[in-house]
């Protein structure tokens, strides 16, 4: 399909910029160039009852600083369902701050808590520091649910691109710790061990994240191409330490057409449905990765967050008055 005409204006002004691609930058240059430009064509914040930082502990002592968005008041008589978010970055770049507007239309939209996890990120912290941080802050705030008003059998997780794949695993480490999640939000989640699909060979170059872009987090990311392996890492076809996805959580999943990732997150969908696990799969024509925080200047991305706010209202069960 084409790309959609805003999408297309969007790719257009990026060429016109010539700015530097991250791939060519160091890691704090590459963050700064993200925080300038994360939120520019992202929806307006939506207004919360209140947000709060709190720390949570890592496993290795170090803390986790995590942002909870209220919609409304709190309440420990009726305690409320909620979101964990893992943010979209390729585990260099991205925090709560370039996901909040995107945290706040989920929690409005949803009428539900988020949860926003600012996970270690490379290459400072290599794997599995953010997996390891994802999956602390879940078993934490599922542990400490009920003193922050937040109801524990009412929990998904979610997250965009890194935080997808970041999300996914945290579904199926949940299921091995008995912690019963509702829902795995997964907005165009990287899943393949080596981008060697026909979409990355296609989708390479001009449509904002390049294949070389990738590869440069990833080698920002990993201690070695061994890492790759791990499934952890590659949660679709990943040889080492492999598990069977019998009955993780069922999964949303958000598929861009023109995103290089298009087609390991079409394979994914297939693993799940395979193994068992109920899988709502949105195909976006028109649309190219990060196409999610586009919804200030592309209409029909209101169509896509629409679709991910029904998805998590019905799987965590909010009633229709909320």
């Not at 945290?103 to 939209?109: G, Q, V």
């Not at 009920?146 to 009412?154: C, F, K, N, V």
């Not at 890492?233 to 990732?261: C, K, N, Q, S, Y």
């Not at 449905?273 to 195909?283: F, T």
Request: charged letters at 20%; glycine letters at 6%; one cysteine or more.
């Amino acid at each position: 399909m084409p790309l959609n005409p805003k999408i297309a204006q969007i790719l257009e002004m990026v060429a016109r910029a010539k700015r530097p691609p991250y791939h060519t930058l160091t890691p704090r240059e590459a963050r700064a160039a993200y925080a300038t430009s994360a939120q520019i064509l992202d929806v307006a914040p939506a207004p919360m009852y209140d947000t709060q930082d709190i720390e949570i502990p890592a496993r290795d002592g170090a803390t986790l600083r995590t942002r909870l968005y209220f919609p409304f008041e709190p309440s420990w008589t009726q305690p409320a369902p909620a979101l964990v978010y893992f943010h979209g970055g390729g585990f260099t770049v991205g925090s709560i701050e370039t996901h909040d507007a995107l945290c706040r239309k989920l929690a409005h939209d949803a009428c539900c808590v988020v949860a926003s996890v600012d996970y270690r990120l490379a290459p400072e912290h290599r794997f599995p520091v953010a997996v390891n941080d994802a999956f602390d802050a879940l078993q934490w705030l599922h542990a400490q649910a009920e003193t922050l008003g937040i109801d524990p059998a009412r929990l998904a997780v979610g997250g965009d691109s890194a935080g997808g794949t970041l999300a996914t695993v945290c579904a199926a480490l949940a299921r091995d710790a008995g912690i019963a999640l509702r829902l795995q939000l997964l907005i165009y989640p990287g899943t393949s061990a080596r981008q060697q699909s026909e979409s990355h060979a296609r989708l390479a170059e001009g449509f904002l994240l390049s294949g070389e872009t990738i590869q440069w987090f990833f080698a920002q990311y990993l201690q070695d191409d061994g890492d790759r392996d791990d499934w952890r890492f590659a949660p679709l076809d990943g040889t080492r330490g492999m598990p069977d996805f019998t009955g993780v959580a069922p999964a949303w999943i958000a598929a861009a057409d023109h995103d290089p990732l298009f087609d390991e997150d079409i394979a994914y969908a297939d693993k799940l449905r395979a193994a068992g696990v109920p899988v709502s799969l949105r195909r976006y024509e028109g649309m190219i990765h990060e196409f999610f925080k586009m919804g200030g200047f592309v209409p029909e991305v209101a169509q896509a967050h629409a679709e991910a706010v029904d998805a998590l209202r019905s799987a965590l069960e909010v009633p229709d008055e909320r």
